[in-house]
Every structure is written in C-alpha cells, then in structure tokens.
C-alpha cells in the first residue's frame, strides 16, 4: 500500500479516484502480509544493491509467501531472486 501510496505521490502513477479510495479497494480485494521476523531479516541479506528499504521487504515477502511480484524494477528483475511478472 504505502509503495503505490508513495509513486502515486511521485507522479508515477495516476488514479481516476482519490489515493485512499483506491488504496481502501485494493485492501477490499488483496489481504495485506504482515512484515514477521522471518521477512525483516530476509530482506536484509537480498542481493539487491541499493534497493531501499522498501523494495527489500517487498521482495522479502514475496519470496516467503512464494508468490510472484508484479514490478519493472530493474534493480529487483535484474537480481532474479524472486519471479517477476509485467
């Protein structure tokens, strides 16, 4: 949520309906993923260099949860440590 939140902010991406009506729709359909201990420490030792924090945790989750991860990040598509689709 905070990702989209965050390149909604940057002008990156554009919505028809206000941040947090999409945002609370989104939540509706998809069940957020808690950040565990398991996630945190994962994160930290991804071969993602100068991935921030955030795409850490994100492909972080993704991978315990084994799911793949809608991006075009190059940094995070480049690594290949995790199925990406887009």
Request: hydrophobic residues 50%; proline residues 8%; neutral net charge.
């Amino acid at each position: 949520m905070l990702e989209v939140a965050m390149l909604v902010k940057k002008g990156r991406v554009t919505l028809s309906v206000p941040l947090r009506d999409y945002l609370r729709g989104l939540q509706s359909i998809y069940p957020l993923l808690a950040i565990n201990a398991d996630i945190a420490a994962a994160a930290m030792d991804l071969p993602l260099p100068g991935a921030d924090p955030f795409d850490r945790v994100i492909v972080a989750t993704a991978l315990h949860h084994e799911l793949p991860l809608a991006t075009r990040d190059r940094v995070i598509t480049g690594a290949q440590v995790v199925p990406t689709v887009w």
